[in-house]
């Protein structure tokens, strides 16, 4: 069973942020990092459970090859994706979308 993926506005900002970031330090670098989201939100969309839990219901999916993840909860039909960040990112800014602060 696929999930449909529900990607909030503030993770979209996180992901073009990001790919910014990456993409003045490296031509192409951006790119990359958009493209490893991509394949990373598929993954998370045709198996969410897979994925470790790390706070209450919300899960993580890494990103291979950037110390990013995506934070997301199953609400089925859905997977919501409620942050893309830096994994040394304070924890609170995931927490508190996911707790309704956003």
């Known amino acids: ?6 990607v909030w506005p ?3 900002d996180d992901i073009l ?5 990456y993409g ?3 031509p192409g670098l951006g790119l990359q ?4 989201v991509e394949k990373s939100l598929e ?3 045709s198996h969410p459970k897979r994925f470790p839990s790390v706070h209450g219901d919300t899960r993580r999916a890494l990103l291979p ?9 199953i609400d089925e039909p859905y997977v919501r994706v409620a942050a893309c960040l830096h994994v040394r990112q304070d924890p609170d800014t995931w927490q508190s979308r996911v707790r309704g602060d956003r």
Not at 1 to 6: I, K, P
Not at 65 to 73: D, Q
């Open 17 to 21: 942020d990001a790919a910014a970031w």
């Open 65 to 73: 090859r950037f110390p990013y993840g995506l934070f997301f909860f």
């Open 33 to 36: 990092f958009l493209d490893m």
């Open 43 to 45: 993954h998370v969309a």
């Open 1 to 6: 069973m696929s999930f449909e993926l529900d």
């Open 10 to 12: 503030e993770t979209q």
């Open 24 to 26: 003045d330090k490296a």
